[in-house]
């Protein structure tokens, strides 16, 4: 199939070049403003009991969880001074009645409510909710919160709240993301012209990659017409795109010069080329997308997201590759190699350090194995004592504002106000079951890790009732039941939050209920997630061992390459426990560790690792299965394909690790671990995987490498992918063939045209 693709491609490659221009021209037309149809939410799961309760909130009652915070910090004396009363209840007020307000209530309108004062009397807050999607609320805090910051003679008000942070978050990635790319693209490029000594060959990957950002961004403008679409996924479209054009044309590149120095006209090496280094990408792109199509199983939109732009990454690249780059190829010919900036003179088969490392290691390949598989489990250990949570403020640098907000609360106030749990009873009368909901509320206010709880029976600390129901306990009625709001005085994102949901779900109510809040949804959330994580493994393994046996026809061969992979994933899981969670370079990266990891960040990062781990696994063991069927033994099958494809896996990784350290330069902690964490997993497959756990797994293994039981082997006779060998004579006929059918076709449609006009 690949075969006769190639030599469709090498007679029209005009026709080629013109539909990928073509292509180009339309997706980025159609699909360049994508960017104004993406979401900035996506990280709740619709069918997690948290986002109905809110859901019902929002529906049925006047207030809800605050998600806009004020602090108001008074200039002389306390907030309990006339004037600073007087202008609190005025700030409150007009807040109030903001478009797309449904709430807001303060310190000075909550009956001077002692958890809404800060420790020291001279800050107090105000709280509001403001109505809609994370975009609407996301379009509201954009005018709300420069409107609402201010700083006057009697007090200084400052913005934050869960609104506030994720706003600035997603305007934070989006100008790291700018920066990233300032970083990278320079250093990209000067490293792809060293990698390939020739201006016009270090330019092929820029015209691949752009062909696949630009598609992609076509397809998620299509996607996010008919569901919802993370704008995040953009990130990952830019990284992978160049990534992955950067891995794919040094493959395909470096075969078609090694085709040329053999002796072959242009033509026949671009068909050779296709027919091996075109065969090894088209799987690869196969095992990476496989790898990201796990992702479609989790519920939340923000896991799909980097699905939907995986894939398509991903295939774009694969096709671009395949087609697009060897019309290209067959263009340019020998002028591939044109505007070089130095020689570069390959060395004979046998010499070169890829292959001395080979051998060294197959030497003793018990000893090195074992060595370095203990490097890994114990670079791996830390992950023992993972923790997740959800990302807060504190992924911010300290010197954001929605960031400086949160850490005052944090140290000033006794309680977490815009972070209460809501405990939500529809069908429940607010009146007809008054004295059940006192007893509950005082039952839930005795919990530990609960500063106060409030309901439409009053506030309640510690059992007691400390403020009866007064005008703004109306917030906790409706015709459609009642709610109560239970405010801690611990971290909500942390052991002792979720602790304390459990706590308050398993606490005897006296009516049907549902709890929502952030530690409700940081309980949700994990048991969403992690309950969907054997079937999105078993998928990647499945499709990967699948997709593996097509090709190599061997079951070990697969079953090697997926536990080589997790053992290079688990040491750089390891890593990010080490650094993330427990801060050990937290100065030296500039973020603030919370004792936590993000919970979707490493879902995310697991299925891309594995997939670029898989592409360079591919790469090597198509180079050393070419060279076994030429009949090779082992030994110096491993050696020559390692040789063949060790300086070229070592360059693509260095390459890609660039691009995903730059986005390690993001001031925000879970893009900066997304960076950090796939820069050490390539780096780490491509230097202790490839060049010492495969040789030496293949040495001990022998002919077992190719091993498949009878039935099996018949399968992969049948639907496996055979290309033949191909030679010079064979390829140049077979070009000349197409070449002769092609214009014997021009001949035809044109006798047909000129008997069409004789014969009207």
């Known amino acids: ?125 105000v709280l509001a909710r403001i109505d809609g999607d994370q975009d609407t609320v996301h379009d509201r805090m954009e005018l709300l919160g420069p409107h609402y910051r201010q700083d006057t003679a009697l007090m200084t008000v400052r913005v934050g709240g869960f609104a506030e942070v994720f706003r600035e978050v997603g305007t934070t990635i989006e100008k790291d993301l700018q920066k990233a790319e300032a970083i990278a693209v320079p250093i990209t490029l000067l490293l792809l012209i060293l990698v390939f000594g020739s201006v016009v060959a270090a330019g092929l990957p820029l015209g691949i990659g752009i062909v696949a950002i630009v598609g992609t961004m076509l397809v998620l403008r299509i ?38 120095r053999a002796g072959r006209a242009v033509d026949d090496a671009v068909v050779r080329t296709v027919q091996t280094a075109g065969k090894t990408v088209a799987f690869s792109a196969l095992t990476v997308a496989a790898s990201l199509a796990a992702l479609l199983v989790f519920p939340l939109a923000f896991l799909r997201s980097f699905a939907y732009a995986g894939i398509a990454v991903v295939l774009f690249a694969g096709v671009a590759a395949v087609v697009l780059l060897p019309a290209l190829l067959a263009a340019l010919g020998h002028r591939v190699d044109s505007l070089v900036l130095f020689k570069r003179h390959p060395k004979e088969v046998g010499e070169g350090f890829w292959h001395r490392a080979a051998v060294t290691v197959m030497k003793r390949p018990v000893p090195i194995a074992t ?49 209460a749990l809501s405990v939500v009873a529809l069908g429940a009368d607010p009146v007809g079951r008054a004295g059940d909901i006192d007893s509950y509320a005082a039952r839930l206010s005795k919990l530990g890790g609960v500063a106060r709880v409030d309901a439409a029976t009053g506030s309640y600390i510690g059992g007691a009732l400390v403020l009866p129901p007064n005008a703004i306990s109306v917030r906790f009625r409706s015709d459609a039941g ?172 260095a390459l890609l690790a660039v691009v995903f350290i730059a986005s390690a330069t993001s001031q925000v902690t879970f893009i900066k671990l997304f960076g950090v964490g796939l820069t050490m997993a390539v780096l780490m497959d491509a230097t202790l995987i490839r060049a010492a756990l495969v040789p030496a797994f293949m040495r001990l293994a022998g002919q077992a490498n190719w091993w498949a039981p009878s039935f099996l082997r018949r399968v992969h006779d049948r639907w496996g992918f055979n290309e033949g060998e191909g030679s010079g004579t064979s390829d140049s006929t077979d070009v000349a063939v197409a070449r002769i059918d092609y214009n014997v076709h021009m001949v035809d449609g044109a006798a047909s045209e000129l008997e069409g006009t004789r014969n009207p």
């Open 1 to 125: 199939m690949l075969t006769r693709l190639a030599r469709v491609v090498v007679v029209r490659k005009k026709l080629v070049l013109l539909g990928a221009l073509v292509v180009v021209v339309v997706a980025g037309a159609a699909g360049g403003s994508v960017a104004q149809h993406l979401s900035t939410g996506g990280f709740d799961d619709p069918h997690s009991e948290s986002f109905k309760a809110d859901a019902s909130l929002t529906k049925h009652f006047q207030g809800g969880q605050p998600n806009m915070v004020l602090l108001v910090t008074a200039k002389h004396g306390t907030v309990n001074a006339p004037d600073v009363v007087a202008a609190g209840q005025a700030l409150t007020d007009r807040l109030a009645h903001e478009p797309g307000v449904r709430a807001a209530l303060s310190y000075w309108t909550l009956a001077s409510a002692p958890p809404l004062r800060s420790k020291d009397g001279r800050q107090a807050l």
């Open 223 to 260: 996607v996010a017409a008919m569901t919802e679409v993370s704008i995040f996924s953009l990130n990952l479209t830019t990284s992978m795109g160049m990534g992955l054009a950067i891995d794919y044309s040094l493959f395909v590149v470096s075969r078609f010069r090694e085709e040329l």
């Open 371 to 419: 060595s370095v598989i203990l490097v890994l489990l114990v670079l791996g250990a830390p992950f023992l004592n993972v923790h997740f949570g959800l990302p807060d403020d504190r992924v911010l640098p300290p010197s954001a504002p929605g960031r400086q907000v949160s850490d005052q609360i944090r140290a000033n106030f006794s309680s977490n106000e815009a972070f």
């Open 482 to 653: 009642t709610f109560l709001s239970v405010v801690p005085n611990i971290e909500p994102y942390s052991a002792e939050g979720e602790r304390l949901v459990k706590q308050v779900r398993s606490e005897p109510s006296p009516f049907a209920v549902k709890v929502t809040g952030a530690s409700a949804q940081l309980v949700d959330a994990k048991a969403s997630l992690f309950s969907k994580l054997p079937v999105a493994g078993g998928i990647i393994a499945v499709i990967t061992f699948v997709v593996l046996f097509l090709l190599f026809g061997s079951l070990l061969v697969p079953a090697k390459a997926v536990v080589l992979n997790l053992l290079s994933l688990t040491a750089t899981f390891g890593a990010m426990v080490w650094i993330f969670q427990e801060g050990h370079l937290s100065r030296t990266l500039g973020f603030t560790a919370t004792g936590m990891l993000d919970t979707t960040t490493p879902i995310l990062m697991f299925c891309v690792a594995f997939g670029l781990s898989m592409d360079y696994e591919v790469f090597l063991l198509s180079r050393i299965k070419e060279e076994h069927d030429k009949g090779r033994d082992t030994v110096t099958s491993v050696a020559v394909g390692l040789e063949h494809t060790g300086r070229i896996v070592t360059a693509a990784a």
